[in-house]
């Protein structure tokens, strides 16, 4: 990112603000509020744009050589054939670029221009983001962004409480809490007091660390502690508090939002980079070639240029041989330039601005519900689509919906949520199936995603198993309830999962209602009860449970607990063992249908048990030493011999199409890694559901280590579990046979069936240590899946950075959130998704989807289309290129190296940019080796493009090669035909215009052909291009070579009827025809052994869809049954401590007041490497297996 202001000062070590003080802070030069991510101005273009564009090897390239082709006494070509087309490429550019920093230009002054109430001069008034300053109060209202990082003075909440919603920091949508000091919160809403607040706060310097800030606060003679929990950042707004002030700390670039955007990069696609490294060895080679023709015109000068002088009336005296070698070289510099001519790269650049359209305007990337189009947000990048080998995917908002639906439970023994038919059989729901009735409750919404009218029975008939299960439910949470204006209920949740579980309670007749620090208000069944609060036993991410004790009406006293299974299910009674055993196999069961389970149970409390036991966590709370550890211990001790209700199964939402998508992307081998900031069973039960993970897999390796040390052993134990070693690797030699080994086998061809790599931001931290990062990678890429969970935003970008820097591989993120904008701007490719958290990332892509579905067309066809196609141009116009310009290096042996061209200069100049750019534009634009649906259907065409298999610097030589012996074809048969012969009137025609238009005709007429067997993919527009080029050079033939254009220029065409003379010559049309063979026979030859003897899955589709043409009927795929999974917990708690102690503080409590299919498997059953491939990568197969894959190292 770019900003405004960057002016030079030492490095800041730490930051001094005083409030309301302008004059002060200005002294430290402290950045201002206003962003730049434009490039340019109205000045500074046209100078940075030019700079910027000869900075390209090619254009620097053909703007010295239209240098020289201005100098007459080595030019033999007039300079306008260079700068016409330098002059195009250049304009073309220049315009893309000012169009694209015009849009960010109007970005940047969207967010700048937007208004904030700034407290100046003691009263309030609207002010501009970009007028901000640091020291300066603002006022923030509900659902307003945050403008800058502030440090919260006071709120309208009781004890100066806040709640924000930091989607665009770190992708969550759940509220987090932010308490002011006491000393500020004092202030409350008065003007005068914030004006005259004048402290000054020493603080930590600019940095991108999220969750971390320290400082200190210094106002009225006393020193206050600052912390995270106290400062809102900006990219936050400001939810379910009426308004608050803060005090700006940092702005624009300096904070953490903009610390975290990373710079952003100029991105190249591999095409590009190889393009720049063979224009530098044609230029090389085109240098070879000069100094051979130049130390050959030394030769001949020196030899037999004296019998050649008294021809050309040349002055008296001898000319000097070297100084005429040199003045050749420059000569065969400017005409052999075409071997890479200037308009390839117009050419590249048109072909890439069609591929962008058709992204825009593809139909089935369009998605209704936003009215939504694919945006392809930078042209230059299309061709790498096809050559993807690493997906990097944010989880919340990007593959899943963000949308929490309660869908099943078990409860005492029993499922509810499924439908059963007439023979006791589960059925599939369908969207027919209408849902649960729960009309007649109050308070509740009309439509329930629980289909068993089994449970509203139970609930009808007093089960009482079934309302304790939802009580609890009811009870156990965080939940902060109000109503709103029109005086409905209203949930501001800290989890999506707590909003599902206590949503689906009050769906059932159980509704939470409100709360006190004492006191939790339900109404069961349209009656209130009140339950006193006792304890509250809040979640942490090593408890992994979260209970509450509370006493009801009748005075019993009870602890709920719910959390996950697998550290719940430690703390039943005995007596629950048959229970328990029923329990986990629904367990199994929902979580093989990819939903989030979550155990829950009870215990009834003795009076005087309890009350021991709050005395004794009352001491704890007070104690100096080993406080957390007493409490901890204390939780244990009442969290025991508990009674199991049952369970719940919460759907987090998939996107639609995700699973599909992901298994297709698998199948073209493409690997998907999820880097996400959930917490690690949220992570590893979305992997699960989209099919990332898997029961087939091997082992999941999960790295949780909290030091080097630790990290590094895990890593060590993992590779050598995945590697199936048995020595020990505390051996150094041991350790660098096995790396050695790993990298002789490529990654995966070392290993044996499906792995996948689970590891947490903590443990990445260290991982990516400069000693262990090596590690990381070694064992990830063998991995087929990798899952980093609770990952800041840097480290999303860290580890995309690592596979780039280590592994060549084209790298893909895809993200929804602001946190992901870093990671997108440091992959090959980044895909920004308009989704649940803004568009910052959709801003900071390269391309814009609307639904992660679409990724698999857009790479599956339009990136294997571009690659495809732009490999084809490429081939094609080398080869023609070779063949147009080397006749020129054969025709100097016969010429006395002079320098004279064969052709003459108007063919010269318009065969690039007339006679053959057409066709190979219609080429690289429209042709397609296969269908769009079977490009879906068979993933495994995506291959040839991880690999570069179809332009690289071997297929460069290959076209090289055939270019040169199309050249010596087309000047060696016309000179052995045309030697010592007559015409048909009896007339010699060997003159050197005759000689010219023949091979002329003959290149022209080669080329084409050549394009016609290179094209694929036939539309009325290649035939208008390829056979109307044909008529176009004939008719610009023979106009240049008329009585009419000669009248008008008779010194530029003095060839008045050669052409019409020559081509009337039935001995010319045989030389014709005999170089169109000798140069076209041998490729057809050889495409037609290859193709039957060595059939690329390419050449067989495109039999099989000849055949197709001809046999419509098609073939449907069976739907595959899913199986069941091991048992796994997933619930999404979030990353921090609960409401707890704020709930029991009495903090937070305000006072009283107011896809179809082209059957295209039936020419792959014969092909062993399909059938072994797709069996090793399906992953709905039949079956379950009953323990547990996870490898906890």
Request: net charge neutral; aromatic share 10%.
């Amino acid at each position: 990112m770019m900003f405004c202001k960057k002016k030079k000062k030492l490095l800041e070590v730490e930051r001094v603000v005083k409030a309301n003080d302008r004059d002060f802070n200005e002294t430290f030069q402290y950045a201002d509020n206003r962003i730049k991510t434009s490039k340019y101005n109205i000045l500074t273009f046209l100078p940075v744009n030019l700079f910027e564009q000869f900075q390209r090897v090619a254009n620097a390239y053909f703007l010295f050589l239209l240098i020289l082709q201005l100098i007459p006494e080595i030019s033999s070509l007039t300079w306008f054939t260079t700068i016409v087309p330098l002059v195009l490429v250049i304009s073309m550019t220049a315009v893309k670029d000012a169009t694209d920093d015009y849009f960010r230009h109007k970005s940047d002054n969207q967010v700048n221009n937007r208004q904030s109430e700034v407290l100046v001069d003691s009263k309030l008034q609207n002010e501009k983001w970009m007028n901000v300053k640091v020291g300066d109060i603002i006022k923030l209202e509900n659902n307003q962004f945050v403008a800058a990082d502030l440090l919260l003075l006071t709120s309208s909440e009781p004890h100066g409480l806040c709640y924000i919603e930091t989607a665009e920091l770190d992708g969550e949508t759940n509220l987090k809490v932010r308490q002011a000091l006491p000393v500020t919160s004092e202030l409350g809403g008065n003007i005068s007091s914030l004006a005259n607040f004048d402290g000054i706060v020493v603080c930590e310097a600019p940095n991108n660390k999220l969750d971390r800030f320290s400082g200190v606060l210094s106002w009225k003679d006393s020193k206050h502690t600052l912390g995270n929990q106290m400062i809102i950042l900006r990219g936050c707004i400001l939810r379910n508090t009426s308004w608050c002030f803060g005090m700006v700390l940092f702005a624009g670039p300096d904070t953490k939002l903009m610390q975290n955007s990373g710079k952003t990069k100029f991105k190249r696609t591999s095409i590009d980079r190889l393009m720049n490294t063979l224009v530098l060895w044609i230029f090389g080679s085109l240098v070879c070639l000069g100094i051979i023709l130049a130390i050959g015109n030394s030769v001949w000068e020196n030899e037999d240029g004296d019998k050649f002088r008294t021809f050309l009336f040349e002055q008296e005296g001898k000319k000097s041989s070297l100084l005429s070698g040199f003045l050749m070289f420059w000569s065969y510099v400017i005409i052999l330039n075409t071997l890479v001519p200037i308009s390839l790269y117009v050419s590249v650049e048109v072909i890439r601005l069609g591929h962008s359209y058709f992204i825009n305007w593809d139909r089935k990337m369009y998605y209704p519900a936003k009215a939504m189009p694919a945006e392809t947000r930078t042209t230059t990048l299309n061709e790498e689509l096809g050559q993807i080998e690493y997906i990097f995917s944010d989880k919340t908002g990007t593959l899943t919906q963000n949308i929490m639906t309660f869908k099943k439970c078990s409860i005492n023994g029993r499922i509810y949520g499924e439908v059963p038919d007439d023979l006791n059989q589960k059925k599939e729901i369908t969207e027919k199936k209408e849902p649960v009735d729960v009309s007649g409750k109050s308070q509740t919404e009309r439509k329930c995603h629980l289909y068993d009218n089994s449970l509203m029975k139970s609930i009808e008939l007093g089960d009482p198993k079934v309302h304790e299960f939802l009580r609890l439910l009811a009870l156990c949470h965080t939940v902060m309830s109000e109503e709103n204006s029109a005086g409905q209920l209203v949930y501001q949740v800290q989890s999506p999962d707590e909003g599902a579980l206590v949503t689906a309670a009050r769906k059932f007749g159980f509704i939470f209602k409100s709360r006190t620090p004492e006191t939790i208000t339900v109404e069961e069944l349209g009656t209130p009860v009140t339950y006193q609060l006792l304890a509250f036993l809040d979640f942490n991410n090593i408890r992994k449970r979260m209970s509450v004790v509370v006493r009801n009406p009748e005075g019993q006293i009870k602890l709920y607990s719910k959390g996950a299974d697998t550290i719940l299910f430690e703390k039943l009674h005995p007596s629950n063992e048959h229970l328990l055993s029923l329990t986990s196999d629904h367990l199994s069961e929902f979580a093989g249908e990819g939903l989030r389970t979550l155990a829950i149970a009870y215990r009834d409390l003795d009076d005087t048990y309890f009350r021991m036991w709050q005395k004794m966590l009352e001491d704890a709370n007070a104690a100096t030493m080993e406080r957390d550890d007493r409490i901890t211990g204390l939780y244990e001790e009442i969290e025991r011999d508990l009674m199991l209700l049952g369970a719940t199964a919460v759907e987090d939402k998939l996107q639609e199409g995700v699973i599909e998508t992901i298994t297709s992307l698998s199948l073209a081998n493409i690997k998907i890694w999820i880097l996400t900031g959930d917490k690690q069973e949220t992570a590893i039960n979305i992997g699960y559901a989209c099919n990332v993970l898997t029961d087939a897999m091997e082992a999941i390796f999960v790295i949780t280590g909290n030091t080097a040390v630790e990290v590094r052993e895990e890593l060590r134990k993992a590779k050598e579990n995945l590697l199936g070693q048995n020595t020990s690797f505390s051996n150094r030699h041991a350790v660098y046979e096995s790396k050695h080994q790993l990298e002789l086998a490529s990654g995966a061809e070392a290993v044996t069936g499906e792995y996948a790599l689970v590891i947490n931001g903590h443990s990445l931290a260290y991982a990516l240590e400069s000693d262990i990062e090596n590690d990381l990678l070694d064992l990830a890429c063998l991995c087929k899946t990798v899952v980093c969970c609770r990952m800041t935003p840097l480290q999303k970008a860290q580890v995309v950075e690592l596979v780039k820097k280590h592994r060549n591989a084209v790298t893909l993120a895809i993200g929804d959130g602001a946190n992901d904008v870093n990671m997108i701007k440091s992959a090959h490719i980044g895909i920004g998704i308009s989704g649940q958290e803004g568009m910052q990332a959709v801003l900071a892509s390269d391309y814009a989807l609307a639904q992660f579905r679409y990724l698999q067309r857009l790479l599956l066809v339009h990136g294997r289309w571009s690659y495809y196609r732009m490999c084809k141009f490429l081939c094609y116009f080398f080869y023609k290129n070779f063949a147009f310009t080397l006749v020129h290096f054969w025709f100097a042996f016969f010429c006395g190296f002079s320098a004279q061209t064969v052709y003459d200069q108007w063919f010269i100049t318009l065969f690039n940019i007339v006679y053959t750019s057409l066709p190979v534009l219609a080429m690289g634009i429209f042709d397609q080796d296969v269908s769009e649906q079977n490009s879906m259907d068979c993933p495994q065409l995506y291959e040839p493009g991880q690999l570069n298999l179809l332009f690289n610097k071997r297929r460069f030589f290959i076209c090289a090669a055939h270019g040169i012996y199309t050249s010596i074809a087309l000047f060696f048969i016309p000179f052995g035909a045309f030697y010592n012969v007559a015409g048909e009137d009896g007339q010699h025609i060997a003159d050197y215009q005759s000689f010219a238009v023949t091979m002329a005709t003959s290149l022209v007429i080669v080329v084409s052909v050549q394009i016609a067997l290179d094209t694929s993919y036939w539309t009325v527009v290649n035939h208008v291009f390829i056979w109307g080029s044909i008529a176009t050079y004939f008719s610009i033939l023979l106009a240049m070579h008329s009585n009419g254009i000669f009248g008008i220029f008779p010194h530029q065409f003095p060839f008045v009827g050669n052409a019409w003379h020559s081509l009337s010559q039935k001995f010319v049309w045989l030389v014709v025809l005999l170089i169109v063979v000798v140069t076209i026979m041998p490729v057809v030859a050889f495409r037609f052994l290859r193709m039957c003897l060595h059939p690329t899955l390419s050449d067989q589709i495109r039999w099989w869809q000849k055949a197709q043409r001809k046999e419509r009927s098609l073939r449907s795929r069976r739907p595959q049954n899913r199986k069941l999974s091991t048992r796994r917990s997933g619930y999404a708690f979030a990353h921090q401590e609960g409401y707890g102690e704020l709930i029991t503080s009495g903090k937070n409590m305000r006072a009283k007041g107011p896809a179809t299919t082209s059957g295209l498997e039936k020419i792959l059953y014969n092909n062993p490497s399909w059938i072994e491939n797709l069996c090793k990568k399906t992953t709905d197969t039949v079956g379950s297996l009953s323990h547990d894959k996870t490898v906890k190292l």
